[in-house]
């Protein structure tokens, strides 16, 4: 049962301004679930990228099977039946699920001169697969109907329908809810089981307590060593990832609130689907309170944060902020009357991708002073901004401020946009799933920016799907199920079982 | 109103149209922006034009068969076009639109500099007006006695049986085959095309280089409609196949649709100021008719269309 199946040695590699894998050497054996961790920007994506063929190692050497590969497409490391399933999706959005899959290696049919994709025999092919794993998909649906869980099935059968070996996930659960990572890690098991070993990239602690055998950590790029699962606590494991002892005790002083900033009422919300989304929501918060809206994913939760920052349009109800009327405000006018925004997906709406790092802190005060004075830009106070953000929120970039916004690693990412929204000094704060896809550091470090804010009397909305990050942060809980508030309550009088219970539907 | 007339020439317009706009489908489902397709149009048509003066004078006859000659010398022309424009977007990263336009105006003035060179050198006598002999026409028995749209089956160019095999080959090719899929796929998403272990920038430097091939198809097929090939006789046809394509959605059996739509407004129009015999001014008006309908169907329709996600992104495997 010790077989190594894959070895990693001495592997380097640099990005301008960084060197993402620094001399890391690794082995795994075959049939194990092997864990990957280490902080946002620890090189884990990249060294993984490097075992998919997607980026060539500048120094070391890579073996499979005890024999020696060089790796410069994807196509090889199919070949050596490596499977990848990245932290972003690559899937094509208007192709079916059969066609995802066929991609690059496609069936053909003959007759004579011609020969043509044969997607009927592959969707055959996947159903069985789908049924053999447990991966429940329908081969004809198009991608972008489908939800983000089973986008994810597609990767992974992608993966089992050529005959995939060694599987990487990367970051496989922070798009899931609770109860899809539950199912998961019944797959990844199940696999196991099936003789497939297995690489886990995970910020979950926990998760890998449950599922893996060896964990490795990567802190900076090098490797910190690897241990074995069993015998390791999850601290332990948080302390080794940072490098230094976490403390992650979380204090919260009890404060009286003062005024309503936010006090929304009455509030309902399409869709562009035209289906009702919000239903009749009110929800008031107060100067220093941290109100939470727990809820299983899709239940309305993210609309009511969109319509507050002017991203959807309400058909019923009023929103007002600080005693006035912003239902018809346009986003920027919210934003200037003091509203700040951590969108969901930070790639989408939080950032623009191909801007330096710099620009995109400046992104909503560029038309201000400093930024900008009588219409010209300054981009002296510009750079200041940068390396003043960068230094007090720990953002990590090859290039400081200059750096592309699509190079940093997710985590990173998260960080310059709660820098940027925190920065704007605005008297609400709205955070929807600020931690998702963070290590474990850098999550202690955002709920430490959140109550710090909530005790210099913000108000601050909390969209959260951890149920944990709920009850730690939170002042008031409102639980939301099927676009409705079905409860409102201090969470002094509501126990984590109970909110669990309403997040399900249950009313007493 | 001469229906007949409207029918034929409909579809003489069309057809070339339609393979031109299928070149541009081609390039932009593999997510490069194709704005030069009048270019390729026009440099393929010259290619095409200039072979036929140069073996003319050579043989001092002009047979039949020099027509299919120059169809072939005219794809390859267009092809050697998207080459370089291919080279400009997809090796040196140059910026689509900017590169289109620029082999769009290279196009104008090599042919119009080439065209005065070669005739010069080859017949003595320079110009960029070039004389094409007649193409034969055929008409098909039984069919083109149907009335109202008996039109179509009469006075056909050879152009059109060539262009509707090759546009029904190419239908085939892009839907069915697994070039066809991986095509498409790198006009969405070309990571997910680098992650299935395809190069993306081969399939879009081919598909660039199959568009240059169909514009001079178009191209051909068009200079032999005017019986004479000059540099300014092509101008605005490149943009109309873009329109048609755009309104058909970047989809070869609804650009089929447009592009007839467009050929026999044209033909329509054509027609109206035949028989109105009005003055060359008004006349002129309603040549216009095809670019204004077009301006009012993007207006009403470009809302409902989905470009290609990825169009005009270029592809870098180190951006993630
Ligand atoms: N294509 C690239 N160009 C430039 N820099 C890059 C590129 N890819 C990664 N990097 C840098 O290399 C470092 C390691 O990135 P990587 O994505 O491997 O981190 P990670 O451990 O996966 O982090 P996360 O948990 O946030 O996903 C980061 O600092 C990142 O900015
Ligand atoms: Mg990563």
């Known amino acids: 049962m010790t077989e190594t199946i894959v070895e990693l040695k001495n592997i380097t590699k640099r990005f301008p301004g960084i060197v993402a894998n620094d001399d890391v050497t690794l082995d795994i054996r075959k049939g194990e679930i092997f864990a990957l961790l280490g902080e946002n920007g620890a090189g884990k994506s990249t060294l993984m990228s490097i075992l998919f063929g997607m980026y060539e190692p500048d120094e070391g050497q890579i073996f499979v099977r005890g024999e020696k590969v060089r790796l410069t497409s994807s196509k090889d490391a199919a070949a050596l039946s490596i499977g990848m399933v990245h932290q972003h999706f690559k899937l094509v959005s208007n192709y079916t699920i059969t066609e995802n899959i066929v991609l690059g290696d496609e069936p053909l049919k003959r007759l004579g001169p011609l020969s043509w994709v044969d997607l009927k025999g592959a969707s055959e092919k996947i159903r069985s697969l789908s049924l053999e794993y447990g991966l429940e998909v329908n081969p004809d649906d198009k991608i972008e109907d489908l939800p983000v869980s089973t986008q994810q099935r597609v990767e992974i059968l992608k993966m089992l329908y050529r005959d995939a070996e060694i599987l990487i996930f990367d970051e496989p659960t922070s798009v ?39 964990c490795a950590i990567l802190l900076h790029g090098k490797l910190v060593g690897v241990y074995d699962v069993a015998t390791t606590t999850t601290q332990r494991m948080a302390n080794l990832m940072v490098g230094k002892e976490l403390d992650f005790s979380i204090d919260k002083t009890e404060h ?89 997906d930070r790639q989408k709406e939080g950032l623009i991708m191909d801007l330096t790092l710099r620009d995109n802190l400046a992104i909503k005060t560029f038309d201000r002073e400093p930024f900008s004075k009588k219409g010209i830009l300054q981009p002296e106070s510009f750079e200041q901004q940068a390396e003043d953000l960068i230094r007090r929120y720990d953002i990590r970039s090859g290039q400081g401020g200059q750096t592309l916004t699509r190079s940093m690693s997710g985590g990173n990412q998260q960080k310059a946009i709660i820098a940027r929204e925190v920065e704007l000094d605005s008297d609400l704060l709205i955070f929807v799933q600020p931690t998702r896809g963070l290590d474990v550091g850098a999550i202690a470090n955002i709920h430490q920016q959140i109550l710090e804010q909530r005790d210099l009397g913000k108000a601050i909305l909390l969209v959260s799907l951890e149920l944990d990050e709920v009850m730690a942060l939170a002042d008031t809980i409102s639980v939301a199920f099927r676009g409705q508030i079905l409860k409102t309550d201090s969470v002094h009088n509501l126990s984590k079982e109970e909110v669990g219970q309403y997040m399900m539907g249950v009313t007493q | 109103m001469n229906i007949d007339k409207i029918m034929t020439d409909g579809l003489s317009f069309s057809l070339p149209l339609f393979i031109m706009a299928i070149g541009g489908i081609y390039s932009e489902r593999s997510g490069v922006t194709m704005l030069s397709i009048e270019g390729f149009q026009g440099f393929g048509a010259f290619t ?73 050198a080859v017949t003595g006598q320079a110009t960029n007006k070039i004389q094409l002999g007649v193409s034969p026409r055929y008409t098909i028995p039984y069919l083109s006695e149907i009335p109202v749209i008996g039109g179509l089956f009469q006075n056909i160019y050879p152009f059109a049986f060539i262009i509707i095999v090759v546009a029904l080959l190419a239908w085939y090719v892009l839907y069915k085959t697994s070039y066809g899929l991986r095509l498409r796929a790198g006009g969405d998403n070309p990571h997910s095309l680098d992650a299935a272990g395809v190069d993306v920038n081969k399939i879009r430097f081919s ?9 001079g198809l178009g191209g051909i097929a068009f200079t032999y409609m005017m019986a004479n090939f000059s540099p300014s006789s092509y101008v605005g046809y490149g943009y109309l196949a873009i329109a048609a394509l755009i309104f058909g959605n970047w989809n070869i059996r609804t650009t089929f649709w447009t592009s007839m739509f467009f050929g026999f407004s044209r033909s329509f129009s054509d027609q109206l100021v035949n028989e109105l015999g009005m003055s060359s001014n008004y006349s002129d008006l309603f040549s216009v008719m095809p670019y204004v309908l077009t301006l009012i169907v993007l207006i009403f329709f470009s809302k409902h269309n989905r470009p290609p996600r990825a169009l005009g992104e270029h592809f870098d495997k180190g951006k993630r």
């Open chain 2, 48 to 120: 095409g034009a200039i072979t036929v003066v140069i073996l003319r004078t050579a043989m001092g006859s002009s047979p039949n068969w020099l027509i299919y000659v120059a169809t072939l010398a005219s794809v390859l022309g267009g092809m050697l076009l998207a080459l370089l424009n291919a080279l400009m977007v997809i090796k040196l990263k140059s910026k689509m639109t900017i590169a289109g336009v620029v082999v769009n105006i290279l196009a104008v003035a090599l042919t119009s500099f080439l065209s005065s060179v070669i005739t010069g």
């Open chain 1, 176 to 214: 899931l809810t609770p109860q899809e990572i539950e199912y998961l890690l019944e797959i990844m098991e199940e696999l196991r089981r099936g003789g497939k070993t297995i690489i886990l990239i995970s910020h979950k602690l926990e998760e890998i307590k449950q599922v893996a055998d060896r």
């Open chain 1, 256 to 344: 009286d609130f003062g005024e309503v900033v936010l006090d929304v009422s009455d509030l309902t919300v399409y869709n562009e689907q035209k289906v009702k989304v919000v239903d009749n929501v009110s929800l008031k918060v107060r100067q220093g309170e941290i109100l939470a809206i727990a809820g299983v994913s899709g239940n309305g939760q993210v609309d009511i944060a969109d319509a507050i920052a002017g991203l959807q349009n309400i058909s019923a109800g009023s929103i007002s902020f600080k005693g006035e009327d912003i239902s018809r405000l346009t986003i920027k006018e919210r934003i200037t009357k003091g509203i700040s925004y951590i969108p969901e």
């Open chain 2, 207 to 215: 598909a660039v280089v199959l568009a240059g091939g169909f514009a």
